[in-house]
């Protein structure tokens, strides 16, 4: 699968069908009511990978958005002048 995509797969979730309809059911996140399942497990591994994504992306889009709205609209009008 890799291969196929092109990119390293960082996490992987046992089927635990059980564990989350009974986690769904009642409300609890799945972590909570088990933490020891290695669904919870995996979840709190991928957890940290999420957060970075994350943060990268809010970085990324704070350095495009530079200016805010009227330094996007002034572009906008410079490029129709050409």
Known sequence: MERSMEM???ASFP???KLVMTAM???VPLVIMEPNAPMSRSVQTLLPLVGEVEKAAVKAESTSKRGGLFSR???RLALLER
Request: overall charge positive.
């Open 15 to 17: 089927n635990d069908a």
């Open 8 to 10: 390293k797969i960082s």
């Open 25 to 27: 059911n009642r409300g």
């Open 73 to 75: 609209r002034r572009e």
